[in-house]
């Protein structure tokens, strides 16, 4: 796996939207913060611009993101926000100056669909919180993302659930929004779990549906030569006026029970505050201690 070279002071960050439109104004905070970074901003043609829910048409955007990919002064790529839009453009997409080059793409949500088909080129990626929502987000997501694009890899430790399956593993940390790796099953940028460890997280779904998305995992074999299973965040779950009857550690733990390597939940990732940035494509070691989870680079 390509590690991408760790930023210095006066390198350039650009900021594209591959999905929903944004404003400069509602990212003003992450160019400041960047600069105080002693990062150089480099603002995508994306930013700002409008077409129906998307910032800009899919031509639009894919040139946006070739331009910034393809721009040798530009050593970080931090995609403004998800939504809907990224799987639009992926076929649009050249990665081969990317390989010869490699650079760190920065997001989560639907930039998944990056994480995933980039990480399948063999180059890794930081899952972490984006310009729209780094100012909101804690001290420690943005503690790790600033870490992370310096090349200092910051390990993760945090309280044990009582849901957990215990164990040790270690293996290349893959994965992202659960409802994105489901769609992207079939596809050239479907993820390879094999020897992995998958990290999946959530917003806004009901639990018949998640059980649906994992259920289809389970079936393409996702679920079998995994190294280990991280759940962060499953945030603003839903229920029918019938309830589903099982919670989300209820789903995963029947989907992967008869496999005996640990399954976490309550990580922090995903569509919390404390998102912290997870490196996809490093190995990294997964261990349950005596009060602790600890995901060591």
């Known amino acids: 796996m390509l590690i991408p070279a760790p930023l210095v002071k006066g390198n350039t960050v650009a900021i594209v939207s591959t999905a929903r439109k944004i404003s400069k104004s509602e990212i003003q905070f992450a160019i400041n913060w960047l600069n105080n ?103 420690e997501a943005k503690k790790t993302l600033k870490n992370a694009l310096r090349g200092n890899f910051t390990s993760v430790e945090f309280p044990i659930a009582k849901e957990n399956k215990k164990g040790t593993a270690i293996g290349e940390a893959v994965g992202g929004n659960l409802s994105i790796l489901y769609s992207l099953c079939g596809s050239s940028s479907a993820i390879d779990t094999k020897n992995k460890i998958l990290f999946l997280e959530d917003l806004d779904e009901y639990y018949y549906h998640i059980d649906r998305m994992l259920q289809n995992l389970a079936r393409n074999g996702m679920f079998e030569n995994l190294k280990g ?33 640990p399954v976490v939940f309550n990580a922090p990732f995903g569509h919390i505050k404390d998102n912290r940035a997870v490196i996809f494509g490093k190995k990294v070691r997964l261990h349950l201690g005596s009060d602790k989870i600890f995901i060591e680079y």
Not at 127 to 133: F, I, K, Q, R, T
Not at 239 to 261: L, P, R
Request: hydrophobic share 40%; glycine share 10%.
């Open 37 to 139: 970074l002693g990062y150089k901003v480099l603002l995508g043609k994306t930013i700002g611009l409008e077409h129906n829910q998307f910032a800009g048409t899919d031509i639009e955007r894919a040139r946006d993101f070739q331009s910034v990919l393809n721009n040798n002064d530009v050593k970080a790529i931090w995609c403004a926000r998800g939504g809907y839009g990224t799987v639009r453009i992926i076929d649009l997409l050249d990665f081969s100056g990317l390989i010869n080059q490699p650079k760190w793409i920065v997001g989560y949500s639907d930039v998944t669909v990056l994480h995933s088909h980039i990480n399948n080129l063999g180059v890794a990626t930081i899952h972490a919180a984006m310009p729209l929502d780094i100012e909101s987000a804690s001290a």
């Open 229 to 261: 299973l991280v759940i962060g965040g499953m945030t603003s779950m839903h229920d029918n006026a019938i309830s589903f009857g099982e919670s989300i550690e209820d789903i995963i733990m029947k989907v992967t029970e008869g496999y005996d390597y």
